[in-house]
DNA sequence: AAAAAAGTCAACCGCGAAGGT
DNA sequence: TACCTTCGCGGTTGACTTTTT
């Protein structure tokens, strides 16, 4: 007996998921919490695969993430880890806030690597290219991060273009959203809408009522902003990465532009 | 202005781990 | 202990955008 696929490919969407269906699973999480990811599209009414639900959350939906390029902070940061950690994603990715394992991932690929290649540098091995196959024999963990370490501070002169945004590995200290992940805010609507009223985030605001209202799932058709874009969102994701002391770093990039 | 090439990143795939029965 | 289900991770793909020719 083979391993039940996550979904039957028949009448199962994929590709770019749309505002309508962002929505769905927006109203979904925040109204009922995360619950088991396969049952989620039935009950949230999307013609989707539960991976696919659980990917576009985390990866995009979730309201404590970041957007924009990675600060060279970040980037630094990302470097250290991976010297350490290796391709470990995730675990990189707990270490930045907000940031997703996707994002970090598609980053180094596509924004660190080159650099390092560039400047003479193995992003596999973290040596130096020329001698790479030698020194990865014989390099341990701490030399590899001493080593990464000596270009940072030539990889910031190299690129200042990315905003610099508050950087902690603590993500306690990163965001006021509840603790998020397999708890927390996504796991309890109240806590959310707790927060977004401490915020000075007036609950007038009609597309702020349904997540505290107890409509059922689709009757939030009208109280969103939504013009066909995720735009909003991508500001109310701002608000939730900024922290009490940082609000005056994170909270207006957005509507000023400076962050993208 | 159009075509080609390069870059970016959201989304998918398959596997392994964890947990339940 | 074996089997099954669910979830999460890392690698990869491909659609879309931007830059170059």
């Not at 989620?40 to 959350?57: D, F, H, M, N, Y």
């Not at 940061?77 to 996707?102: E, F, M």
């Not at 390092?116 to 701490?142: C, F, R, W």
């Not at 997540?211 to 109310?236: A, F, H, K, Q």
Request: some cysteine; proline content about 5%.
């Amino acid at each position: 007996m083979g391993r039940q696929p996550c979904c039957d490919k028949q009448g199962v969407k994929r590709g770019p998921w749309t505002a309508e269906e962002d929505k769905k699973l927006i109203s979904f999480i925040l109204t009922h919490g995360r619950c088991c990811w396969r049952a989620v599209p039935k009950l949230a009414g999307l013609l989707r695969c539960g991976k696919s639900c659980r990917l576009r959350w985390t990866n995009y939906l979730r309201p404590d993430l970041k957007r924009g390029l990675l600060s060279t902070a970040e980037e630094q940061l990302v470097i250290d880890l991976h010297a350490k950690l290796g391709n470990r994603w995730s675990k990189i990715a707990a270490k930045l806030p907000g940031r997703t394992d996707n994002e970090i991932k598609n980053h180094w690929n596509t924004h660190i690597k080159k650099k390092l290649i560039k400047m003479g540098i193995d992003p596999a091995t973290h040596q130096p290219l020329a001698n790479s196959k030698a020194a990865s024999s014989q390099s341990t963990v701490t030399d590899e991060s001493a080593k990464s370490s000596d270009f940072r501070e030539e990889l910031s002169l190299k690129d200042d273009s990315h905003r610099e945004v508050p950087l902690s590995t603590d993500s306690s200290e990163q965001s006021s959203w509840p603790e998020s992940g397999t708890n927390g805010c996504d796991q309890d609507p109240e806590l959310l809408v707790n927060w977004l009223s401490e915020t000075d985030l007036s609950m007038d605001e009609p597309w702020l009522n349904f997540m505290s209202s107890n409509d059922e799932l689709g009757n939030v058709e009208g109280m969103l902003p939504w013009d066909g874009t995720t735009d909003w969102l991508l500001d109310y994701q701002d608000f939730g990465m900024c922290s009490s002391n940082s609000v005056d770093n994170s909270m207006f990039h957005a509507s000023n532009g400076s962050n993208f």
